[in-house]
């Protein structure tokens, strides 16, 4: 009974020699491969290709142009935090991920931004992602909600309009096609949003989700007292004004 158990005391201690010489000869090769490889002792951990992921609307291509990584250079020393600065902040990039894969290969996933808004800025037409930060120049002239009276000089107002249409979504409201408003934010203490049939809303400054189905309440009430009312004013905490009515709801 005692043999079993001295085979299994000596294979565990082989095989955690074996790890530790491994761990070893891996921090010295890391070490040599620092210090640039002198000996020419890392030569078989040169990158031999960058694959990239991801991508849908960006081409691989541009992507490794913007990444930058020569073939050649030793996987072990190339540092991911470089190559996801030089990356993070470029068109249609939202995030990075950066794996060596040994011995020859470095991985690329890209998660791409996607479009959310069309902002209508002081250089022209851009996409919106759903944070609001500015993807790129953008060709369409429908199937977005527009963001009017921002610029690429102002951010904060891409942001706030970006919660506003946050907040349409979440409410989950049956007053328009979310395509179809238009988010004016030229005074940003005075955000105001045009729906369909010119209606405007005074959304104020947070609180979304419960303003907007406040608007599809007031929507409701008021098909059989008014035909279209003009505006809603929902910058008041307690109260709603609609124009065209006898009172304030």
Not at 48 to 59: D, I, M, S
Not at 144 to 161: C, K, Q
Not at 221 to 240: G, K
Request: one cysteine or more.
């Amino acid at each position: 009974m005692k043999r079993p158990k001295r085979l299994a005391r000596r294979l565990i201690g082989r095989f955690a020699l074996a790890g530790l010489a491994g761990g070893v000869l891996w921090w010295t090769a890391r070490s040599l491969c620092g210090a640039g490889d002198t000996a020419g002792l890392c030569g078989w951990d040169t990158i031999e290709r960058v694959e990239v992921r991801g991508t849908v609307r960006l081409n691989a291509d541009q992507v490794r142009a913007w990444a930058a990584v020569p073939l050649g250079a030793h996987l072990w020393t190339t540092k991911g935090e470089q190559l996801v600065a030089r990356l993070e902040g470029r068109p249609w990039v939202k995030a990075v991920t950066i794996t060596k894969r040994f011995p020859d290969t470095l991985v690329i996933e890209v998660a791409e931004c996607v479009p959310a808004a069309v902002a209508a800025t002081d250089r022209g037409r851009v996409l919106v992602d759903a944070d609001g930060w500015a993807i790129g120049p953008a060709s369409l002239a429908h199937g977005f909600p527009v963001i009017v009276g921002a610029s690429t000089s102002r951010p904060e107002r891409l942001r706030l309009a970006a919660r506003i249409l946050a907040g349409f979504r979440a409410a989950d409201v049956s007053l328009a096609p979310i395509d179809s408003l238009v988010i004016d934010v030229a005074n940003p203490d005075d955000p105001v949003v045009r729906l369909p049939d010119g209606i405007h809303v005074r959304i104020g400054r947070g609180g979304f989700v419960e303003k907007w189905r406040r608007v599809q309440a007031i929507a409701d009430n008021a098909t059989e007292r008014i035909p279209s009312p003009r505006l809603v004013d929902l910058r008041f905490p307690d109260r709603a004004v609609v124009t065209g009515w006898d009172r304030a709801l």
